[in-house]
């Protein structure tokens, strides 16, 4: 009954807070040109004046009032915390893929929401019979609860980008050796494949659209996901554009670099594989074993000082 009251109150909370933090929307200019892409330009400066200027103004899409009362609210929430803490929840975000799905003031709302609901709904429940050290547990987990799953996704998300990093830095040094420059190899690789990685590098390529520099773009990918091998392959990149050295030798020398780690790592899991499964057969195997070869000859032992 406890879980699922606490269930229900954070699926009420995350649907209530679902447009917190919610801006205008944003217009695309190519919908606006819709209406005028079979017209030349003779035809548009001809019919100039007949146009009334409002138009040619962007309509602009005014937020209801609950969003507005939830940007309030977000805005005032988040007003009592500091930047540094907004900050650090934002390169969470960030390194968790869910920048564009949720905005640190979002899931600071959650968390208060979260924390203040959870035991006032386990007390309305219980009534008088509600325990204090019940009471204290859930509201202590009400508030960890949204920073362990956000870091669970953090986590998870390195993982698969740190799996696939090698195969993709092998598809990279492929591309360039067959004579493609290096931002078209990346934008060939992200065609070909989907996951974080490629998202990663999709944002680099929006970035080196917008006129960043590669320099500048490459740091950003590395230190985006927070993945040390990631890293590694874009300090390498940055090093080989100052230095003026062969980009395919350096994506193979970085290629090979990766695949050792990873071998390394498998061999590491597989060593520490003994002394996990330790614990299991002490508590669980081993008393099985021992009831099922001791049990007889304890029966007969009983039997035996019990004739006596």
């Known amino acids: 009954m406890l879980i699922f009251m606490c269930l229900c109150t954070m699926v009420s909370v995350s649907c209530l807070v679902f447009h917190l933090g919610k801006g205008r929307i944003a217009v695309d200019p190519a919908q606006r040109l819709i209406r005028y892409q079979e017209r030349s330009l003779s035809d548009l400066g001809s019919q100039a004046e007949a146009i009334p200027d409002f138009a040619l103004k ?7 009032p609950f969003e507005e009362l939830a940007q309030e609210i977000a805005a005032w929430v988040s007003g009592k915390f500091s930047a540094g803490h907004l900050r650090e929840i934002e390169k969470l975000l960030i390194m968790a893929g869910l920048q564009h799905k949720m905005r640190p003031a979002q899931f600071v709302v959650i968390r208060v929401m979260l924390t203040c ?13 509600f325990s204090l050290v019940n009471l204290a547990a859930l509201t202590v987990l009400a508030w960890i609860g949204p920073g362990f799953w956000l870091k669970r996704q953090v986590s998870e998300r390195q993982a698969v980008i740190l799996k696939a990093l090698p195969d993709t830095i092998d598809l990279l040094t492929v591309s360039v050796e067959a004579g493609l420059a290096f931002d078209a190899a990346v934008a060939k690789v992200t065609e070909r494949g989907e996951g974080p990685l490629q998202d990663e590098f999709q944002h680099y390529l929006r970035l080196i659209r917008m006129g960043t520099p590669r320099r500048s773009a490459m740091k950003e990918l590395g230190d985006r996901s927070g993945v040390p091998d990631l890293h590694a392959f874009a300090t390498g990149i940055i090093q080989a554009d100052q230095l003026g050295v062969s980009m395919s030798n350096v994506l193979r020398v970085q290629s090979d670099e990766l695949r050792r780690k990873r071998r390394q790592r498998a061999e590491e899991k597989a060593m520490k594989a003994p002394i996990k499964m330790l614990f299991p057969l002490i508590l669980f195997i081993f008393p099985s074993i021992f009831i099922v070869l001791l049990g007889p000859a304890g029966i007969n032992v009983l039997d035996a000082f019990a004739a006596l």
């Open 117 to 129: 609901l959870v035991p006032v709904t386990y007390g309305l429940l219980q009534g008088r019979s």
């Open 58 to 64: 962007e309509p602009e899409t005014r937020p209801r």
